[in-house]
């Protein structure tokens, strides 16, 4: 049973726009969430993170929102350039990360 | 640059033929992890080391296993790959275990084929 889920498989974004990813999560003792960023034939690299104390992080044109009543969490990149396309993981952590499966960001020009 | 190495990038095997598969960090981190990754799937753990601690995902089949003879080096093992087993094998490290901030670095992975 996933307990991270990317539902969208896929997303494409006019260049200039907002990008916005969107995770849930099932498991309410997670209390650290992660965004991986991975590029074809290279590892995931890491992006940003929020701990569960808060309701926002921002770093850049990056910013991950928590809403831990909804148990949903969303990065938001604005705004969008071409080396954004990647695939993006969201992961939570209680001790161990628990990724999602990622959900592959097109820009398109 | 401080980095987490993985060779090969690519490794083709026959069924039934032990491998292995290797990673080395020059980042001194105390952990250090091995997933699995399959098309279009979450990064799976299959296991990892505080130092020398060896700690086993329950899920991880008995065909799976792993060294760490320094701090630097890490190896998987798969004793008798499947069909099942062709997949993405990323190496991980992080300077800390359990709760917090829990930032892992990856490998560009090795990409195991099983004929």
């Known amino acids: 049973d996933q307990q991270v889920k990317q539902n969208s498989p896929s997303l494409s974004v006019q260049e200039g726009r907002i990008s916005i990813l969107n995770c849930d999560y099932t498991?309410?003792?997670?209390?650290?969430f992660l965004w991986y960023k991975k590029y074809p034939a290279e590892g995931p690299t890491f992006l940003i993170s929020?701990?569960?104390?808060?309701d926002k992080n921002e770093d850049g044109r990056f910013t991950v929102f928590l809403n831990k009543s909804a148990k949903h969490l969303s990065l938001h990149i604005v705004p969008s350039q071409p080396g954004d396309s990647a695939v993006y993981f969201c992961a939570a952590s209680p001790l161990k990360i628990i990724f999602g499966k990622g959900t592959r960001l097109h820009i398109l020009p | 640059d401080a980095m987490v190495i993985q060779n090969p990038r690519y490794q083709v095997t026959q069924f039934g033929k032990p491998v292995t598969l290797s990673c080395s960090q020059t980042?001194?981190?105390?952990?250090m992890y091995w997933y699995q990754q399959k098309s279009s799937q979450a990064p799976k753990l299959l296991f990892h080391y505080y130092d020398k601690d060896f700690n086993n995902e329950a899920d991880t089949p008995d065909n799976f296993q792993s060294r760490r003879p320094n701090t630097s080096f890490c190896f998987l093992d798969i004793r008798s790959p499947g069909l099942g087993d062709a997949a993405m094998y990323l190496c991980?490290?992080?300077?800390?275990?359990?709760?917090?901030?829990?930032?892992?670095?990856f490998g560009p992975g090795t990409r195991l084929t099983v004929l």
């Open positions: 980042l001194n981190h105390n952990v």
């Open positions: 991980a490290t992080s300077g800390r275990q359990g709760r917090g901030n829990n930032e892992q670095f």
């Open positions: 498991n309410s003792m997670f209390d650290y």
């Open positions: 929020i701990s569960s104390i808060k």
